[in-house]
């Protein structure tokens, strides 16, 4: 007897009429017109059955401080870095807690059940590190929380910065983070990156490293990023965040860049909502749009993921743990509106940073756990345009969450009584 069977699904990759069976928080077969007896059974009557939502990257520390001490009057990413040092010396361990269980819970009702957060490791207190690992186990139930150490004001440009990040591995957090364009010269930019790398070689952790965000044409950290992973044989395992300066860079460099990103397996994230709100603020106009080539990076191979990176914060007053709107605005800043180009946004936002997150036992396959979506859609393309309803959110095959359809009532002559969109 199982202990699930869900029957009429059509999966990402267009089957339909698939059944998934799920016993003891596993799926143990997925096939077309499943019939098997089942404590529960549920009919998805055709619409979208998904993997969750992943974010590949996130800030769990400072989210939902949003005008804290005051709002970012220039929204540029260097106005929101001062900000946040503003903000820093007033926070404390019960704040960050909440506010971050607050956020997981947001997470969990759209749908998405697995976060990759940086966490700001300048300060000699590590005070972000220790509520967010708080967090981590909190949340662990219900929401797979990796933690990035992110040394936000410079690994080299803050007294003790390697030091501190250094002690918040030892504490456990899981990756080797960066911000080489934000130290205080181009080769302070390169040693950290090798630095960070070295460190991650030597403890075998991953790396993931805000890199080149920027509107300038010239930060070429990604360049060493790649050099440093193919050097240490970390193929596979090092991520490159935002590289928001690739969208500037001449075409012939980048001719050349994006085949070393491939040679060295770099992952890649973009932050659509975030990079097309902080970059250009220099432009007059035209006003550049400042995400990275993600078409062009797909094309060659690497793995692109699209991260909601901040919600309502000192860089973002938006926002709302939602994946779906993440992968919208990814669609048009990139452009990515063909039906095959859709559908590589839906897996920006489900499959890809699954990988990069290294998330076992992930996707809807025998062996893998039972977590899954049904969404208020028909296809990926659509769950996209629709900012689809989440209407139920499974873990290891519990329910965790459930959402109404969203059907309009509607009062008008001659018309049919309601409207639900699909
Ligand atoms: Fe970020």
């Given at each position: 007897m199982l202990d699930l069977l869900v029957r009429n699904a059509t999966l990402p990759d267009g089957r339909t009429r698939m059944?998934?069976?799920?016993?003891?928080g596993r799926i143990i077969e997925v096939a077309e017109g499943l019939a098997a007896p089942a404590h529960e059974t549920l009919d998805a009557h055709g619409l979208l059955v998904s993997?969750?939502?992943?974010?590949?990257?996130?800030h769990l520390d400072s989210a939902l401080t949003y005008g804290q001490p005051r709002v970012n009057a220039s929204?540029?990413?260097?106005?929101?870095?001062?900000?946040?040092?503003e903000l820093k010396p007033t926070l404390t361990h019960d704040a960050i807690v909440q506010r971050a269980l607050q956020y997981c819970d947001m997470a969990v009702?759209?749908?998405?059940?697995?976060?990759?957060?940086?966490?700001?490791t300048s300060h000699p207190s590590l005070l972000p590190v220790q509520a967010l690992l708080e967090v981590k186990q909190r949340v662990a139930p219900y929401l797979d929380?990796?933690?990035?150490?992110?040394?936000?004001?410079?690994?080299?440009?803050?007294?003790?910065?390697?030091?501190?990040?250094?002690?918040a591995l030892d504490l456990g957090v899981d990756v080797v983070g960066g911000?080489?364009?934000f130290e205080r010269t181009y080769a302070q930019g390169t040693?950290?990156?090798?630095?960070?790398?070295?460190?991650?070689?030597?403890r075998g952790k991953r790396v993931d490293m805000h890199c080149d965000e920027s509107d300038d044409p010239h930060s070429r950290h990604v360049e060493t990023l790649a050099f440093q992973t193919q050097r240490l044989g970390l193929h596979g395992r090092v991520t490159g965040s935002h590289l928001t300066s690739m969208h500037s860079m001449d075409n012939y460099y980048v001719s050349k860049l994006i085949p070393l990103m491939a040679e060295a397996g770099l992952g890649v994230v973009a932050n659509p909502l975030i990079n097309i709100t902080l970059q250009g603020r220099h432009d007059t106009y035209p006003k550049r749009r400042g995400m990275t080539r993600v078409p062009e990076l797909l094309a060659a191979g690497l793995t692109v993921a699209f991260g909601q990176d901040c919600v309502m914060d000192p860089w973002y007053s938006g926002g709302s743990a939602d994946m779906?709107?993440?992968a919208h605005m990814g669609l048009h800043v990139g452009q990515m509106s063909s039906q095959a180009a859709m559908r590589q946004c839906f897996d920006a936002v489900t499959v890809n940073p699954a990988k990069l997150l290294g998330l076992e036992h992930y996707g809807l396959v025998p062996g893998a756990h039972a977590d899954f979506l049904l969404l208020h859609a028909c296809n990926p393309a659509d769950a996209i345009r629709l900012r689809a309803a989440r209407l139920g959110v499974w873990r290891r095959g519990k329910r965790l969450a459930s959402s109404p359809a969203p059907v309009v009532q509607l009062h008008l002559p001659g018309r049919p009584g309601g409207v639900n969109f699909i």
């Amino acid at each position: 007897m199982l202990d699930l069977l869900v029957r009429n699904a059509t999966l990402p990759d267009g089957r339909t009429r698939m059944s998934i069976a799920i016993q003891d928080g596993r799926i143990i077969e997925v096939a077309e017109g499943l019939a098997a007896p089942a404590h529960e059974t549920l009919d998805a009557h055709g619409l979208l059955v998904s993997p969750p939502f992943v974010d590949a990257h996130f800030h769990l520390d400072s989210a939902l401080t949003y005008g804290q001490p005051r709002v970012n009057a220039s929204g540029t990413l260097l106005e929101g870095i001062a900000l946040w040092g503003e903000l820093k010396p007033t926070l404390t361990h019960d704040a960050i807690v909440q506010r971050a269980l607050q956020y997981c819970d947001m997470a969990v009702a759209r749908g998405l059940l697995a976060i990759r957060s940086h966490v700001d490791t300048s300060h000699p207190s590590l005070l972000p590190v220790q509520a967010l690992l708080e967090v981590k186990q909190r949340v662990a139930p219900y929401l797979d929380l990796q933690l990035v150490a992110f040394p936000q004001d410079g690994l080299l440009r803050t007294p003790d910065g390697l030091h501190n990040l250094q002690r918040a591995l030892d504490l456990g957090v899981d990756v080797v983070g960066g911000i080489p364009h934000f130290e205080r010269t181009y080769a302070q930019g390169t040693e950290s990156i090798k630095l960070l790398c070295e460190l991650a070689a030597e403890r075998g952790k991953r790396v993931d490293m805000h890199c080149d965000e920027s509107d300038d044409p010239h930060s070429r950290h990604v360049e060493t990023l790649a050099f440093q992973t193919q050097r240490l044989g970390l193929h596979g395992r090092v991520t490159g965040s935002h590289l928001t300066s690739m969208h500037s860079m001449d075409n012939y460099y980048v001719s050349k860049l994006i085949p070393l990103m491939a040679e060295a397996g770099l992952g890649v994230v973009a932050n659509p909502l975030i990079n097309i709100t902080l970059q250009g603020r220099h432009d007059t106009y035209p006003k550049r749009r400042g995400m990275t080539r993600v078409p062009e990076l797909l094309a060659a191979g690497l793995t692109v993921a699209f991260g909601q990176d901040c919600v309502m914060d000192p860089w973002y007053s938006g926002g709302s743990a939602d994946m779906l709107e993440v992968a919208h605005m990814g669609l048009h800043v990139g452009q990515m509106s063909s039906q095959a180009a859709m559908r590589q946004c839906f897996d920006a936002v489900t499959v890809n940073p699954a990988k990069l997150l290294g998330l076992e036992h992930y996707g809807l396959v025998p062996g893998a756990h039972a977590d899954f979506l049904l969404l208020h859609a028909c296809n990926p393309a659509d769950a996209i345009r629709l900012r689809a309803a989440r209407l139920g959110v499974w873990r290891r095959g519990k329910r965790l969450a459930s959402s109404p359809a969203p059907v309009v009532q509607l009062h008008l002559p001659g018309r049919p009584g309601g409207v639900n969109f699909i």
